[in-house]
């Protein structure tokens, strides 16, 4: 059974940066693409990036794009989102997600057949 933990969250002031960490366990294999999504108080969970089984395809949501990273390092069975500029609209609670595949398919919730327990960002002075 693949199983998910996020860490790295935290309480960040408005431009600085965070790094979420997504650790994978349970599944000796590498094919899988990682979603993260979030989630503000309030609000529908929306999916913020992806990267495929490889490390070699990655995707943004508009709002993220050009301030969010995503990486993988599959020898550590770890997926990592570099946060920078953060703004008081990123704060909420940030999940990783799990899909079989190589490449990223989009941001519907219930292709991803594992999740994390999430991990909350909050951005505020």
């Known amino acids: 059974q693949l199983q998910l933990v996020e860490s790295g969250g935290g309480l960040v002031q408005p431009g600085g940066s965070a790094r979420l960490s997504c650790a994978v366990s349970g599944f000796t294999s590498d094919y899988y693409v990682i979603g993260w999504f979030r989630q503000a108080p309030g609000k529908e969970r929306e999916g913020v990036s992806c990267i495929s089984s490889s490390g070699s395809s990655t995707n943004y949501a508009d709002s993220v794009k050009g301030r969010f990273t995503i990486s993988r390092d599959n020898a550590k069975k770890t997926v990592y989102l570099q946060m920078n500029s953060l703004e008081p609209e990123d704060t909420a609670i940030y999940y990783c997600?799990?899909?079989?595949?190589?490449?990223?398919?989009?941001?519907?919730?219930?292709?991803?057949?594992?999740w994390g327990q999430g991990t909350q960002v909050t951005v505020s002075s």
């Open positions: 997600a799990a899909q079989l595949g190589y490449y990223c398919s989009g941001y519907v919730a219930h292709m991803y057949d594992y």
